[in-house]
């Protein structure tokens, strides 16, 4: 009796959550109007990174 009211549980649980993902809601409240992606590496300099970039070493090179 326990394990189908569990089962239950856990298909109710996993419908929802593709509902919410197909529907796209999310538990943060974000605005995606009005960004726009940079049109080059200039426009969003930060975003770069060579093919050398290791993360933590201070000793970069070839």
Do not use: C, E, H
């Not at 930060?46 to 070493?57: L, T, V």
């Amino acid at each position: 009796m326990i394990a189908r009211v569990y089962t239950i549980w856990g298909a109710a649980v996993l419908l929802l959550l593709g509902v919410a993902q197909y529907r796209g809601w999310s538990t943060t409240s974000t605005s995606t109007q009005g960004t726009t992606n940079p049109r080059s590496v200039r426009a969003n300099p930060g975003a770069y990174r060579s093919p050398y970039f290791i993360p933590g070493r201070t000793m970069r090179g070839k």
